[in-house]
């Protein structure tokens, strides 16, 4: 990708947008992620990588790309986890407006100028977000792309799910984030979560959604059926860290927003073509967490249950002896 004309802002305009990117052991997709940042329309961009105690070659491709553009640059974290590496990222950076992009995931090439675009529309809109497409682990799009509500949120409607999905698709006014005290460093889940909560119910500031995709989010099987206990787990502290500040919230929806966030799970193990005792078992958490709320969403709820039911199915089948006219 070497060919590849980009252009670069004159050095007399700083930066608009900063770029935050923490990355650990990162390099076999960080190449290609600073590659969908170096190709994007808008040019008045910096990016800072955090190299949050990284043991593999994440610091020599982040070098590599930093020779070719000098907008790029590279500091060493000291291993705290990716909220301490965002903070610290956004500290190091200079721009009014700050877009967070994970090491594994892609933005389209409209991405921050529509953010720009619309941040400048939208004085009271303290942070935006858009819709991702799941791509697969060579980054080829998938059909499954984000359907959830993307304006006119609430701090109930983030309780239940998380619309942007991801900390990828987030850009965030610099003094809102300093207002609000940047991410909960002691999160490791969900702390993207937990930050829409925190603006929506401490400030007055307003979290809208953009209705495109703008972001590529790479999702792995690898390792999936314990990150699923750990992202229930990274769910619950942050339900623990709202009732701090906002009790009430918790007290009228916590138990529904549980159903539905276990519910969640349940629709990603189907997705990652887990096996599907493993997608049943946080269904059933769910329904037991709140019948009610499952039954809000039917069509979801079901369609879960059905998918993960006829995935238990095939795999039982496939897993018994073939007969082809005799014993095989």
């Avoid at 941040?119 to 980054?139: H, K, T």
């Amino acid at each position: 990708m070497s060919t590849v004309q980009v252009s670069h802002p004159s050095s007399s305009r700083p930066p608009l947008i900063s770029v935050v990117i923490p990355a650990r052991n990162a390099s076999t997709t960080l190449d290609a992620t600073l590659w969908s940042v170096r190709l994007q329309t808008y040019a008045r961009w910096e990016v800072v990588v955090v190299d949050d105690g990284s043991t593999d070659d994440t610091a020599d491709v982040v070098a590599r790309h930093q020779r070719e553009d000098a907008r790029i640059r590279c500091v060493k974290g000291p291993a705290c986890g990716v909220s301490a590496a965002r903070n610290l990222g956004t500290a190091l950076s200079t721009g009014p407006l700050v877009a967070f992009l994970d090491a594994d995931d892609l933005w389209l090439p409209e991405k921050l100028a529509t953010h720009e675009w619309f941040m400048a529309a939208e004085p009271l809109v303290g942070m935006s977000f858009d819709r991702i497409r799941f791509v697969d682990q060579r980054a080829q799009p998938t059909p499954v792309v984000s359907t959830r509500r993307v304006s006119g949120l609430t701090g109930a409607d983030l309780l239940h799910e998380n619309p942007a999905c991801t900390a990828s698709t987030l850009v965030v006014r610099r003094n809102v984030f300093n207002q609000l005290g940047g991410f909960d460093e002691s999160l490791a889940h969900a702390e993207d979560l937990e930050l829409m909560i925190r603006l929506c119910t401490t400030t007055a500031w307003r979290l809208e959604g953009l209705d495109a995709i703008h972001t590529h989010y790479r999702a792995s099987a690898q390792g999936a059926s314990a990150g699923l206990q750990r992202m229930q787990d990274g769910w619950e502290r942050v339900i623990d860290k709202v009732r701090r500040y906002a009790p009430e919230l918790v007290f009228a929806y916590g138990h529904h927003a549980r159903a539905v966030h276990q519910r969640y799970l349940a629709r990603r193990a189907l997705r990652l073509g887990m096996p599907a005792q493993e997608g049943l078992h946080w269904w059933r958490l769910a329904w037991r967490s709140s019948p009610v709320a499952l039954l809000r969403q039917p069509r979801r709820s079901l369609g879960t249950l059905a998918g993960l039911l006829a995935c238990a199915l095939q795999q039982r089948l496939r897993s018994q002896p073939q007969m082809a006219g005799g014993r095989t």
